[in-house]
């Protein structure tokens, strides 16, 4: 099997990892999120503008490159190395994944804001008893003078206060459904705060908000469609985890290499050499799983589900055995706020969570396998 990228996704990712460079470091990070709004706006407009990232999974047809779940996986990659909190993950992957299957009039020209960085979506899912089941899902739309009115409460929703528009799950008279609906439409309020890992999200309430019947992005019993689109984002969430594992583990050895105990660099120790190496696999795994996860999004609905769900517990098991390690190997650094390795610890424990904990993947696994 040839693993090589194309010249055009080699080009991609070192475009993005330069303007990650140059323009997103750890302290311009610190302060963007340290802000009020919780980001720098303009770093979205040269991703769409300057760089033209947010049209690269996206058909030639549709207004973007051409490129699909590939390109998502270097991108998010980069954006797991810089810690970069722009909701890529939810606008292009999430909303993007639902609009570019969708049948409704509207997506066409919705498709078009994303890539042009007009539009930002937040992915509105997750309700107070659901835990990971897309399906367990309390909030309503209900059928309603040619549309629906939606009523209902999401959790946790992910740069809810950011958003332009919101992808909801709601059940209809027949299942779940996804729904697009503008974040200003009248009935939805929402409470905001600052996540651990640096980002911005909301507890968004939907009370009685009416949407036209072209706000519906699948069917109307379109738990399928949801969770393709949700495995398709957890694949995401994997390579964004290993970008945060490159470089928990690159850190953590240059930091053994410096620091110095009885004489001598820490990473003379052989007991830490063997940590590093342990760490180094568990990255390697977790990169080769995330790529087969990927390869194997287009494969029918159960073989797709069994390669995501293995790929998202390997990862996770990575990233609190990387991240954990990367600590312990910096001694008290680790814990201090003006070091990076727990700042990606963190990023990498929200992301061990996100879409299915290692628990959750195992038995959705088990149940697919045998
Ligand atoms: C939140 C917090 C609370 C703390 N509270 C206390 C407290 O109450 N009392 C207290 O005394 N200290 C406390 N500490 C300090 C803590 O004990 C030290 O951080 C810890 O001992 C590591 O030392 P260090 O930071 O100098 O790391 P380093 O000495 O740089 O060690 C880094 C890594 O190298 C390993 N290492 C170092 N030398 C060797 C060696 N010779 N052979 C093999 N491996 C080696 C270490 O195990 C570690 O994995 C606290 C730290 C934190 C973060």
């Known amino acids: 099997m040839n693993f090589e990228y194309t010249e055009e996704q080699t080009l991609l990712r070192n475009t993005l990892s330069r303007y990650f460079a140059d323009a997103y470091d750890f302290e311009a990070r610190r302060k963007m999120t340290g802000s009020d709004a919780g980001r720098d706006a303009g770093v979205w407009t040269a991703m769409a503008e300057e760089l033209g990232i947010l049209g690269a999974a996206f058909s030639e047809e549709q207004g973007g490159l051409g490129g699909g779940a590939l390109e998502n996986m270097l991108i998010m990659e980069e954006f797991g190395k810089a810690l970069a909190v722009e909701p890529y993950l939810s606008t292009v992957v999430v909303a993007g994944g639902f609009l570019k299957r969708s049948k409704s009039a509207a ?29 367990a899902v309390k909030t309503e739309a209900k059928a309603s003078g040619g549309g629906y009115t939606i009523s209902g409460q999401k959790s946790v929703v992910a740069g809810a206060p950011w958003a332009t528009h919101f992808v909801v799950t709601a059940k209809t008279a027949k299942g779940v459904a996804a729904f697009l609906v503008e974040a200003g439409a009248k009935g939805i309020s929402m409470r905001s705060y600052p996540t651990v890992d640096g980002g911005t999200a909301a507890e968004v309430q939907f009370d009685n908000v009416s949407v036209g019947a072209d706000a519906l992005l699948t069917a109307e019993d379109g738990i399928a469609e949801i969770e393709l689109v949700v495995d398709e984002a957890t694949v995401a969430a994997c390579a964004e985890a290993v970008g945060c594992l490159h470089q928990l583990h690159a850190q953590t050895m240059e930091y053994a290499k410096e620091r110095k ?48 769900s ?34 990606y610890f963190k990023r990498a424990t929200i992301l061990e969570g996100l879409f299915g904990s290692i628990d959750h993947h195992l ?7 045998f």
Request: charged residues 20%.
């Open 107 to 135: 997506a066409e020209g919705m498709i078009e804001q994303l890539i042009s960085g007009e539009a930002i979506v937040a992915f509105a899912y997750a309700e107070p008893t659901g835990r990971y089941d897309l399906a």
């Open 261 to 308: 105990q009885f004489g001598r660099a820490i990473a003379d120790f052989q007991v830490l050499q063997h940590r590093m190496v342990d760490m180094f696999m568990e990255v390697e795994q977790a990169v080769s799983m995330t790529l087969m996860a990927t390869l194997k999004l287009g494969e029918d609905a159960k073989a797709r589900a069994a390669a995501v």
């Open 310 to 343: 293995l790929a998202k517990a390997k990862v996770g098991h990575a990233c609190k055995f990387v991240g954990e390690n990367a600590i312990q190997i910096h001694g008290g650094m680790g814990m201090t706020d003006e070091l990076a390795v727990g700042h």
């Open 363 to 369: 038995a959705r696994y088990e149940k697919l396998s």
